[in-house]
Each structure stands twice: as C-alpha cells, then as structure tokens.
C-alpha cells in the first residue's frame, strides 16, 4: 500500500511539471500533445488494478476509451468560448459540456472495437472543427505549477477512494475528468490569450490517437495475460502511435473553422 499511496501523490504531479516545463520550452501546442499521453489516466487505471482486480481495470479502461469523446467535447467547447468569453465563462460551459457529453456516452453502450472506431472518427473530425484564432502576444504566467500538481494529485485521491462506490465504468469516464486540460488551459487562456489556449487544445486532440490505442489495448491485454505485460505493451503501442501523430500533423497547417470578427 505503501507503493500505491507513492504512485497517487507522487508520479502524477511530476509529470505535470513536467509537461508544464516542456510546454514552456517549445509551446502549448507541444504541452497539449504531451499532456494527452496517458499520464493521468495510466497512473490511475494502475492504480484501480493493484487495488480493485484486472477485470475491473479492464472495464474501466473501456470507460477511459470512451470518455475521449467527452474530452473532445470539452475541448471545442472551451475554444469556441473562448472566442467571446474569458477563462471563468469559457471554463463553464466546457464543463457544462464535458458532464453532458458524460451522461449521453454513459448510457451508450458498445464494443470495444466500436468504440475505438468511434473514437477515432471523433478525433478526425475534432481538428476540422477549432475556431481559426491568431496566436497571441502576451506571456505565460509562471505561478502555477504548485496548483496545477496539487489538483492532479487531489483527482487521483478522489478516483482512486471512490472507485469502489463509482462503479469501473464510471471510474474509467471519472479518470479522464479533464482536469489537465482544465488546468493547462486555463492558465494558458489567463496568462497568454485565447490563441494559446486553442493551440494547447489542438495539440491535446493529436495527442488522444495514442492515448485511444493505450485504453484499447490495455482493456484486451488485462483480460487476457498479466498486468506488468499489459500495461507495458499498452504505453509501447500508445507511445508508437503519439510519435507517428506528432510527426504526420507538425507539418501541417492547423484547420480552423472562421470566427465572424476575428
């Protein structure tokens, strides 16, 4: 127990500082991208694995898979608010959004190959659908890293203690609560303007085509073999298909839709 309680409070605040250095380093469309790597939900599905049992890992891996389209709305959400809104009102209504996106998928129910191909049409149509914002020319704030660990550490807590009472669906939906995204972003939105905070957005949904493929592959492999092989050919497979991503959409120029007045 003692390894678990490290892995709650320890190993998710340190790859958000992490993330936040590389995002300072090369950009918010760099931190977005890293960001959507498993870093929050593997810790936590490990986690629900050491202390509810493989099968209920699995289920709630499918939950996490599934929950992407909920992120997805959150995301759009947030930057075509931001087009009129600040951080508190574009904040909102993304999670407005977000919990109602929650509810209609939980009622949804499909197969797991359905779903990663439900997934992954999301995904590709998600980037067509950002509002075309110019970047900004302000600074980033250089205040917030202290908070932003502290509320990776709290949802992993919440999770984790309430996984038994959630359910492993509703614990997978939960561990992808947007809480990265609510964090990066809205300090991104406050501190250096809605077009990085649309730039970490669009780099979040390049980032959820190897996160998808980590959830996919983790709930076949918990159900069939043991969980140090599963996990470990999870992140193999996630970390191969989140480089091919980044590598086929650097080039690219981003696609927007217009924003009337911009």
């Given at each position: 127990?003692?390894?678990?309680?490290?892995?709650?409070?320890?190993?998710?605040?340190?790859?958000?500082?992490?993330?936040?250095?590389?995002?300072?380093?090369?950009?918010?469309?760099?931190?977005?991208?890293?960001?959507?790597?498993?870093?929050?939900?593997?810790?936590?599905?490990?986690?629900?694995?050491?202390?509810?049992?493989?099968?209920?890992?699995?289920?709630?891996a499918e939950g996490t898979?599934?929950?992407?389209?909920?992120?997805?709305?959150?995301?759009?959400?947030?930057?075509?608010?931001?087009?009129?809104?600040?951080?508190?009102?574009?904040?909102?209504?993304?999670?407005?959004?977000?919990?109602?996106?929650?509810?209609?998928l939980q009622a949804l129910?499909?197969?797991?190959?359905?779903?990663?191909?439900?997934?992954?049409?999301?995904?590709?149509?998600?980037?067509?659908?950002?509002?075309?914002?110019?970047?900004?020319?302000?600074?980033?704030?250089?205040?917030?890293?202290?908070?932003?660990?502290?509320?990776?550490?709290?949802?992993?807590?919440?999770?984790?203690?309430?996984?038994?009472?959630?359910?492993?669906?509703?614990?997978?939906?939960?561990?992808?609560?947007?809480?990265?995204?609510?964090?990066?972003?809205?300090?991104?939105?406050?501190?250096?303007?809605?077009?990085?905070?649309?730039?970490?957005?669009?780099?979040?949904?390049a980032g959820y085509f190897?996160?998808?493929?980590?959830?996919?592959?983790?709930?076949?492999?918990?159900?069939?073999?043991?969980?140090?092989?599963?996990?470990?050919?999870?992140?193999?497979?996630?970390?191969?298909?989140?480089?091919?991503?980044?590598?086929?959409?650097?080039?690219?120029?981003?696609?927007?839709?217009?924003?009337?007045?911009?």
């Amino acid at each position: 127990m003692t390894a678990v309680l490290a892995l709650k409070l320890f190993l998710v605040p340190l790859l958000i500082w992490l993330v936040t250095l590389a995002g300072r380093r090369w950009g918010p469309g760099v931190a977005g991208w890293l960001s959507a790597f498993p870093i929050v939900a593997g810790p936590i599905l490990l986690t629900l694995t050491l202390e509810q049992g493989a099968s209920f890992a699995a289920s709630a891996a499918e939950g996490t898979l599934l929950a992407v389209v909920a992120i997805l709305v959150f995301s759009l959400a947030y930057a075509w608010a931001c087009v009129r809104y600040g951080v508190a009102g574009s904040m909102l209504l993304a999670l407005l959004a977000y919990g109602l996106a929650v509810g209609a998928l939980q009622a949804l129910r499909l197969p797991l190959g359905l779903a990663f191909a439900l997934v992954w049409c999301a995904l590709l149509l998600a980037g067509r659908l950002f509002p075309a914002v110019p970047a900004d020319g302000g600074g980033s704030r250089r205040k917030d890293l202290g908070w932003r660990m502290l509320a990776a550490a709290v949802l992993v807590l919440l999770v984790t203690a309430g996984a038994a009472h959630l359910g492993a669906r509703l614990s997978g939906f939960f561990a992808m609560f947007p809480v990265m995204s609510t964090v990066l972003v809205g300090f991104a939105h406050a501190g250096a303007g809605r077009g990085s905070a649309v730039a970490l957005l669009r780099g979040m949904v390049a980032g959820y085509f190897g996160f998808s493929v980590f959830c996919v592959t983790l709930a076949m492999q918990l159900r069939a073999g043991g969980v140090g092989a599963a996990f470990g050919l999870a992140l193999g497979c996630a970390l191969a298909v989140h480089l091919v991503a980044r590598r086929m959409l650097a080039g690219q120029a981003p696609v927007g839709l217009p924003v009337r007045g911009s």
